[in-house]
Each structure stands twice: as structure tokens, then as C-alpha cells.
């Protein structure tokens, strides 16, 4: 049971990605989902979350206006579209499922972490 995390990447300061969270062996339609990231020498942050059913979003304020979490159709893959990104945002994303009822920002309420796709911003 992994959830992969694609679609990372190089772009220069005010562009834009948009990553992708996609699970295997196990159905996450039930459950909240999230986006961490880790800058090199930084501990892993959070930096996005939606709700089982897609209809709550949360975000830490250094993104909120520039990304956007989602869900596929198919409730099993969550997106994370990113503008206006800036150097700062560089680090390894990661997506996890919240396996837990805590606040949606807490990382120790979160499993199944894949390995990660790195985002570069150069300014």
C-alpha cells in the first residue's frame, strides 16, 4: 500500500506544476488526504489538505491563494495545482492519507507516505 507522488519538476519563480497523488492496493476514497513537503535541513511541513469527501479544503498560510488541492473523479487521486510559485517553495512533496481524526495539519495524523516528488523553483 503506497500513494505515489508525480508531476515535480524545475520552474522558474511565478510559474507553475501541478502535482499529482495516485494510490495502489488499497481504495483512499474514504479517507482525507494531504500534501507535506521537506526542504533540505528543514523538518517535513504541512502545506495542504482536503477532507474525505472533498468538499473542506486547508492550506498553511505561505500557499494559500496559490495552490489548490483537489480530487479526481474517481476520489482516488488528489491533485495539488501550483502558481505563482516562488524559490522558497522548493522542497520534496509528499502526499499522504489522514489515517487518524486529529487536525487536518498535524503530520502524525497522516500514513502511507510514498517517496516524494521534488519541486525546484529558480528565481
Known amino acids: 500500500v503506497q500513494l505515489q507522488a508525480s508531476g515535480g519538476g524545475l520552474v522558474t519563480a511565478g510559474g507553475s506544476l501541478e502535482l499529482s497523488c495516485a494510490a495502489s492496493?488499497?481504495?483512499?476514497?474514504?479517507?482525507?488526504m494531504g500534501w507535506f513537503r521537506q526542504a533540505p535541513g528543514k523538518e517535513r511541513e504541512f502545506v495542504a489538505a482536503?477532507?474525505?469527501?472533498?468538499?473542506?479544503?486547508y492550506y498553511t498560510d505561505s500557499v494559500t491563494g496559490r495552490f489548490t488541492i483537489y480530487r479526481g473523479n474517481a476520489k482516488n487521486t488528489v491533485y495539488l495545482q501550483m502558481n505563482s510559485l516562488k524559490p522558497e517553495d522548493t522542497a520534496v512533496y509528499y502526499c499522504?492519507?489522514?489515517?487518524?481524526?486529529?487536525?487536518?495539519?498535524?503530520?502524525?495524523?497522516?500514513?502511507?507516505w510514498g517517496p516524494g516528488t521534488q519541486v525546484t523553483v529558480s528565481s
Open positions: 499522504a492519507y489522514k489515517r487518524y481524526t486529529g487536525d487536518y495539519d498535524s503530520l502524525p495524523e497522516y500514513a502511507s
Open positions: 492496493g488499497r481504495a483512499f476514497v474514504n479517507y482525507g
Open positions: 482536503i477532507s474525505q469527501g472533498g468538499d473542506s479544503t
